[in-house]
């Protein structure tokens, strides 16, 4: 079991906009950053969104993310075939000094 | 271009031991941490550990220790993941991924993992 909880699917027609949820406690993104990774099929995971809301360069402005309280979020706006990938959220966790993640949540493009 | 490039599958018995290499290029490898990350068959990812660049020291998540051993060699640029006395449940994706340190690597957790490596496959099976 995760210490992160994400929904484990959420699907969208392209052109659509779809938001993962990512719940945590005050010891993991009540007091620290959040990242998003994507990991198309067959790949290794990709930085998708750091310090919360920030895009490394070379990822589309379709994708942002934020926070609040215990609680984060990566919207993806604009979804395209793409798109269809699983999504990790991670944040350091202060407790285990370490991080941890969701367990995922698979994105459909119907 | 900045890349890191991991060690081929590995096929091993039961109680075997594995070592697993990541190479970096195309940056300065002593000014970023490494993690390692496993990611079992069907599942989601999780987080191993990291190893210091600047000290070498090796720290290692809950359920990490004891038979996983992390270590650098600076001098050829690579990271190694060492895993002994190996069990079939071992048998993942092992992926090495850099994150920035900014001197001291005091607060390297506030960089995420911004470069992965490609996965290296392990295979336990007798």
């Known amino acids: 079991q995760s210490v992160l909880t994400q929904p484990p699917s959420a699907s969208g027609t392209p052109g659509q906009r779809v938001t993962i949820s990512c719940s945590g406690s005050s010891s993991n993104i009540g007091s620290n950053y959040v990242f998003w990774y994507q990991q198309l099929p067959g790949t290794a995971p990709k930085l998708l969104i750091y310090?919360?809301?920030q895009r490394p360069s070379g990822v589309p402005d379709r994708f942002s993310g934020s926070k609040s309280g215990t609680s984060a979020s990566l919207a993806i706006s604009g979804l395209r075939s793409e798109d269809e990938a699983d999504y990790y959220c991670?944040?350091?966790?202060?407790?285990?000094?370490?991080?941890?993640f969701g367990a995922g949540t698979k994105v459909t493009v119907l | 271009q900045e890349q890191l490039v991991q060690s081929g599958s590995e096929l091993k018995k039961p109680g075997a031991s594995v070592k697993v290499s990541c190479k970096a290029s195309g940056y300065t490898f002593t000014s970023y941490a490494m993690n390692w990350v496993r990611q079992a068959p069907g599942q989601g990812l999780e987080w191993m550990g990291w190893s210091n660049s600047n000290t070498g020291n090796p720290t290692y998540a809950q359920g990490f220790t004891g038979r996983f051993v992390f270590s650098l060699d600076t001098s050829g640029n690579t990271a190694y993941l060492q895993i002994s006395s190996l069990k079939a449940e071992d048998t993942a994706v092992y992926y090495c991924?850099?994150?920035?340190?900014?001197?001291?690597?005091?607060?390297?957790?506030?960089?995420?993992?911004?470069?992965w490596g490609q996965g290296t496959t392990v295979t336990v099976s007798s």
């Open positions: 310090r919360n809301n």
């Open positions: 991670a944040a350091w966790a202060d407790s285990l000094s370490g991080y941890v």
């Open positions: 991924a850099r994150s920035y340190c900014g001197g001291d690597c005091a607060n390297y957790y506030y960089y995420g993992m911004d470069l």
